[in-house]
């Protein structure tokens, strides 16, 4: 439907821009959203670079064994089909750091090998499990300590102060994820 949408406003804002005479600032403006898109990749790619990199070092030291210990709680009641000797717990663990620390870019791949994981595990092949529900949920809601990825969408468009978002960011997520959660474990139980 987007696919279909999108080149149809195109279109008409570009017809319209030739009607009124815009043609020039039409011109202008693909030029500069172009430089924009590169300038806002560039900023992606360091803080992305960063945070990867800082990752990988947690998971040479110590760091990430800590916090998975401390996440070992709200891992075996957020999914308590999964065992902890199971490599997916350490998975789902580390997807979980990642969301935390705001690296969505970086723990997608990390979500995807946990989703995997948790399919192999997965009896019905065509039917989500309990735990894989419950993962769905935890990645789209993912709270987030350090939002990198708007602070740095905010510090490329040169905000006064780019980790104001911060507090609205923590009450949205933490929000988001006690309902999911929530309605998850309400709808398991029933169904």
Same mark, same amino acid.
């Given at each position: 439907?987007?696919?279909?949408l999108w080149?149809?406003?195109?279109i008409?804002?570009?017809?319209?821009?030739? *009607?009124?005479?815009?043609?020039?600032?039409?011109?202008?403006?693909i030029? !500069?959203?172009?430089?924009?898109?590169?300038?806002?990749?560039?900023?992606?790619f360091g803080?992305?670079?960063l945070?990867?990199?800082?990752?990988?070092?947690?998971? !040479?030291t110590?760091?990430?064994r800590?916090?998975s210990?401390?996440?070992?709680p709200?891992?075996?009641?957020? *999914?308590p089909d999964?065992? !902890?000797?199971?490599?997916v717990?350490?998975?789902?663990?580390?997807n979980m750091?990642a969301? *935390?620390?705001?690296?969505?870019?970086?723990?997608?791949?990390?979500?995807l090998k946990?989703?995997?994981?948790?399919q192999?595990?997965n009896?019905?092949k065509?039917?989500l499990s309990?735990?894989m529900a419950? *993962?769905?949920?935890i990645?789209?809601?993912?709270?987030?300590?350090?939002?990198?990825?708007?602070?740095a969408?905010?510090?490329?468009?040169?905000?006064?102060?780019?980790?104001?978002i911060?507090?609205? %960011?923590?009450?949205?997520?933490?929000?988001?994820?006690?309902?999911?959660?929530? %309605?998850?474990?309400?709808l398991?139980?029933?169904?």
């Amino acid at each position: 439907m987007l696919n279909k949408l999108w080149p149809i406003f195109i279109i008409i804002s570009f017809v319209y821009g030739i *009607f009124v005479g815009n043609v020039q600032n039409i011109n202008n403006e693909i030029f !500069k959203s172009a430089a924009d898109a590169v300038n806002l990749c560039i900023t992606f790619f360091g803080t992305l670079c960063l945070w990867n990199g800082i990752m990988q070092i947690a998971m !040479k030291t110590s760091v990430v064994r800590k916090l998975s210990k401390l996440l070992n709680p709200i891992i075996k009641f957020l *999914f308590p089909d999964v065992k !902890k000797d199971d490599e997916v717990y350490n998975e789902i663990s580390m997807n979980m750091i990642a969301n *935390f620390l705001g690296l969505g870019n970086a723990a997608t791949p990390l979500g995807l090998k946990a989703m995997k994981s948790l399919q192999k595990d997965n009896s019905k092949k065509d039917t989500l499990s309990d735990s894989m529900a419950m *993962f769905i949920i935890i990645n789209t809601a993912s709270m987030q300590l350090i939002p990198t990825t708007v602070i740095a969408i905010r510090s490329s468009l040169n905000s006064a102060n780019p980790t104001k978002i911060m507090l609205p %960011v923590w009450i949205a997520t933490i929000s988001a994820a006690t309902t999911g959660i929530f %309605v998850a474990k309400i709808l398991m139980k029933k169904y």
